[in-house]
């Protein structure tokens, strides 16, 4: 117990710390700060920069509000950036609530709120647009916080963090706040090298792995929960200690549920997502199991315990079935309104179960409706729709039903939704404020809720461990999992937090074990230098401060770190290759030059090797490509070979042709190219029935019974393919027999301790090879940046957009100076040639679109323009588009993506005036996505505003106001 003293010093210490900014702060929040809060907001206020790193919903944002209440207390200013606009929505609420809305502004592409005000939240772009022109708000500013600034690793946008974080002054106090990454020091250092003196004191990196609500992760087979983690036979959290392991009764769940599945002769998905018979008909919906615990939380009250521990979960009675009808857990694959009943019984709601497909989160909806799954009382129910109704007062209501307003309404009145990119963002902002304030129990969204927006559940919910991400279907890494499960757990509401990922077929629980494990998320830099980015600089700080400039962003920062091992094994190679040149010391003569040749022999010949194996591949390609149905062939291996007759010809496939076959022993096989050592060829000739069914175990075996009987089996063994001398083309024998030759005539052939030099010239040889690899990436990484904006100079000197040399920006690069669009050298060259002079402000948004849009992969291609002006404006900016790829590629720089017309169309209707039904009718986009890139448009056509001549700049200020109506302009604040 602390004597007199002690708690005298304890209680002078509190009041001390009462009577400081921190202390006053602190008090206001009403609850215990974790140890790197407070560390983070010492720091702070004594001055320095900090980088906090620690897990979703850790509580890292109380760090920037405490330097934005510094700002005010101080007199200085604050700007709080995120990426999304979302999240700057969501994040000028909160600070309007706390400061008084005459304290805080908003600026995103399209709201502007008080834009004057000592505390600001903004984009990062709108920040960096501010910077590079040099705007008057930026004066008095004190602190910048980066929310989310790992965001900088996103491919498209993350160069903005950088920039941004590269050009603020360095009287600006950056607070970076960051998810868990395992390079939080390698970041941090970047950060003191360009944020201030490089020392300690200058920036502090605080990293928390430490999750105030623990996380507990579970697999569900069927409806049955089960931990996936166990720990002395108690359940335990991954990361614990080191004695975690899969849970065996998972395992042996899991294998129940397969042998139930082939048993059962597979299943297919009906349309709500549950399992269905052979012939369709929905399973049994079963009977719940397990003790139904207290209700309470269920319906919105605060949860004061531990989740209810469910029977079944935990394995007890024998890893029983727990009441269940055998019904439910045929295929292992619960239905979405059974997964989330699961989790009702068992007080796990509220629950975010992440899809990955906007058709899935609306079909979730949809099967729960159908069901009749209601998951708050009706009387709560009837004020959400109140609500719902006042929020959407202003939008058009002949737009409600296009928009699917009714079953939007009707979910949420049960206490579920959808939330992802496709729905009208007044809609998401809707369903994220409800979630929030606990009046929603369920959501189904797609991974775009995981970043930022402040909607943590109870229990996060992941269908599949699969995702698209842009490209392809690819497994969801590490850090998205983290990132994604990271929502469950409600600091100050729950206890813990539960993370459930759904068996199905091809699920192996230790891939989902290596996912929920795993603490290693490096942040990669994807800066990149842009046209509009290089005007900028050259005109803020001339071309060779910008070099500069470049060569301190956090990309050549990290290419700088890896070149420093590779010069080290450069110079380690070096010294061996000397060693290994004098132990090849001839005294006959030049070992060195005899090794030469000894080494480009060797590789002649295996250059030759791959081009008879390259050869040989495409003749047997072709060989099998022109195999058709009922011809007869020998396969490769066995004793005597194996005959097979073709019953489908070849497939188009990216890994070649793959005809299938039955074989004399009755098999199916599919051929394919590595199967064959030598071409194959046709032996016979078989009639196969016409109504022949591979799957039917009869006809395969009557099948390979009549090819035994009517085709003669070669006799084993293959003609050589006779391809010249050896299969080696003339050339390239020409010149294997020149440099026989002359291994022969050199003196050191003679050598009697030649094989001995040769094993040292041959590492030599060897060495050299690396060392020369290592030198050319090491060249690659040095000044990478700095030399592709050198060459992004040199090719604006060549179209007038910089001086000629490059030290000036001209008056037509003042234009590109105001034009952030990826093709903004398109859009520049547009406005320099007039191709929008003549177009109306219809025309002209319909043109711009073409600019922003992206379509994917399901939307039509080669809509119908709207006029002959738009055709004519359209196919003018092709040209400039070929103009400019053309001057990229001369000078040595990556290309553009093309122009999109896809939605011209749209644009030209909804600008005109026309309803949203019928401006959607025209093409296959959602309502979400047509309002999202309606935006895109409107702001776009206000940098065109100020950077083209006045007729073009008034066209496109009533083009602005003509798309801002109606649904577009439903969700501004201001």
Not at 317 to 338: D, H, I, N, W
Not at 783 to 793: K, V
Request: glycine share 10%; net charge neutral; with cysteine.
């Amino acid at each position: 117990m602390p004597s007199p003293a002690e708690r005298y010093a304890a209680s002078r210490a509190r009041a001390a710390r009462a009577a400081t900014p921190a202390g006053r702060f602190t008090e206001t929040l009403g609850l215990e700060l974790d140890d790197f809060q407070r560390e983070a907001i010492d720091a702070v206020q004594d001055g320095a920069g900090v980088l906090v790193a620690a897990p979703t919903g850790a509580g890292k944002t109380v760090v920037g509000e405490f330097a934005v209440a510094l700002a005010l207390e101080t007199g200085r200013k604050a700007f709080y950036t995120t990426p999304i606009k979302a999240l700057s929505n969501q994040k000028y609420h909160d600070l309007v609530a706390r400061h008084g809305s005459a304290n805080v502004g908003l600026l995103t592409g399209d709201a502007s709120i008080n834009g004057e005000a000592p505390v600001v939240v903004m984009t990062t772009e709108v920040l960096r647009n501010m910077m590079y022109a040099a705007s008057p708000t930026l004066t008095g500013l004190g602190f910048v916080i980066m929310d989310e600034v790992h965001y900088l690793a996103d491919r498209w946008r993350g160069a903005v963090w950088e920039e941004v974080i590269i050009h603020l002054p360095e009287s600006v106090q950056v607070i970076s706040l960051s998810a868990t990454v395992s390079n939080a020091e390698e970041f941090g250092d970047w950060l003191r090298q360009v944020r201030g003196r490089g020392d300690a004191d200058s920036l502090r990196v605080i990293v928390s792995e430490h999750r105030p609500v623990p996380l507990w992760q579970h697999m569900m087979v069927g409806q049955r929960l089960y931990d996936l983690f166990v720990t002395d036979g108690l359940r335990a959290a991954p990361g614990v200690d080191g004695t975690t392991r899969v849970n065996p009764e998972l395992l042996q769940g899991i294998s129940a549920a397969e042998r139930s599945a082939r048993a059962d002769g597979g299943w297919r998905r009906d349309d709500a997502g549950g399992p269905r018979g052979r012939r369709g008909e929905p399973r049994g919906r079963g009977r719940s199991g397990g003790p139904r615990g207290d209700r309470r939380d269920q319906r919105g009250g605060r949860h004061t315990g531990r989740s209810r521990r469910y029977d079944d979960a935990r394995g007890t009675g024998g890893g029983g079935e727990a009441g269940f009808s055998r019904g439910s857990l045929p295929g292992g694959v619960a239905s979405r309104a059974q997964v989330i009943d699961r989790l009702d019984r068992d007080g796990l709601l509220p629950a975010i179960t992440f899809i990955f497909s906007r058709a899935g989160c609306d079909g979730a909806v949809q099967q729960l409706l159908g069901r009749g799954t209601r998951l708050i009382p009706e009387e709560q129910g009837q004020t959400i729709r109140a609500l719902v109704a006042e929020r959407v007062a202003e939008v058009d209501p002949a737009d409600l039903g296009v928009l699917g307003y009714h079953d939007f309404v009707e979910g949420l009145s049960r206490g579920y939704a959808a939330h992802h990119a496709g729905m009208l963002p007044l809609f998401r902002e809707i369903v994220e404020e409800l979630f929030t304030a606990g009046q929603v129990r369920s959501v189904f969204a797609t991974e775009t809720l995981a970043l930022g927006i402040n909607m943590p559940a109870r229990t996060v919910v992941l269908e599949k461990l699969v995702k698209f991400n842009g490209e392809e279907h690819a497994p969801v890494t590490p850090a998205e999992y983290t990132q994604l499960t990271g929502r469950a757990g409600r600091r100050g509401i729950d206890v813990e937090g539960h993370a459930v990922v759904l068996w199905r077929r091809g699920t192996d629980p230790m891939d989902v074990a290596g996912l929920a494990s795993t603490r290693t998320y490096p942040l990669r830099s994807s800066f990149r230098p842009s046209s509009n980015m290089a005007v900028n600089l050259v005109a803020q700080y001339g071309r060779d401060r910008a070099h500069e400039l470049l060569q301190a962003s956090f990309a050549q920062f990290q290419a700088d770190r890896s070149v420093v091992g590779l010069t080290t094994q450069i110079r380690h190679n070096t010294e061996a290759l000397q060693g290994y040149a004098e132990s090849m010391v001839c005294d006959r003569g030049d070992f060195r030059e005899y090794g030469r040749l000894r080494h480009q022999l060797s590789e002649v010949e295996k250059k030759a090797a791959r081009t008879r194996q390259a050869q040989r591949r495409s003749d047997i390609g072709q060989a099998l490509e022109t195999l058709e149905r009922g011809q007869v062939i020998q396969l490769d291996g066995g004793r005597h070979g194996t005959m097979a007759v073709v019953i489908r010809g070849a497939r188009g496939r990216p890994t070649g042709p793959e005809p299938t076959v039955i074989t004399s022993s009755g098999r199916v096989q599919r051929l394919s190219i590595p199967g064959f050592r030598d071409v194959p060829e046709v032996i016979g000739t078989l009639t196969v029935p016409k109504q022949f069914n591979e799957r039917s175990p009869k006809a395969r075996k009557d099948l390979a019974a009549a090819l035994r009987s009517t085709v003669h089996e070669p006799v084993p063994g293959r003609a050589s393919s006779g391809r010249g001398r050896d299969g080696i083309p003339e050339g390239t024998a020409a010149q294997v027999d020149e440099l026989r030759a002359a291994l022969a005539a050199h003196p050191c052939h003679s050598c009697p301790e030649r094989e001995d030099h040769a094993r040292w010239a041959a590492r030599w040889w060897t060495l050299r090879k690396e060392t020369d690899d290592l030198q050319r990436r090491v060249t690659h990484r040095t000044n990478t940046l700095a030399a592709t904006f050198e060459r992004i100079c040199d090719l604006l000197s060549a179209m007038g957009y910089l001086s000629e040399d490059g030290q000036e920006v001209t008056a037509e690069g003042q234009r590109l100076r105001r034009i952030y669009t990826e093709l903004d050298l398109v859009a520049a060259e547009a406005l320099r040639r007039g191709t929008w002079r003549r177009l109306s402000p219809a025309d002209l948004a319909s043109v711009v679109s073409a600019l922003v849009h992206e379509s994917r992969g399901d939307e039509p291609g080669d809509p119908p323009t709207p006029s002959v002006e738009v055709a004519e404006a359209l196919g003018e900016m092709g040209s400039i588009w070929t103009e400019v790829q053309a001057g990229k590629l001369a000078h040595n720089l990556t290309g553009d993506r093309e122009l999109d017309p896809g939605i011209t169309w749209m644009v030209h209707r909804w600008a005109s005036g026309r309803g949203l039904e019928e401006v959607l009718r025209s093409g296959d986009l959602s309502a979400g996505d047509f309002v999202r890139r309606a935006k895109q448009v409107v702001d776009l056509l206000g940098q065109i505003t100020h950077a083209a001549d006045e007729d073009v700049a008034a066209t496109a200020r009533r083009a602005s106001a003509a798309m801002l109506r109606g649904v577009v302009a439903a969700d501004r604040l201001d």
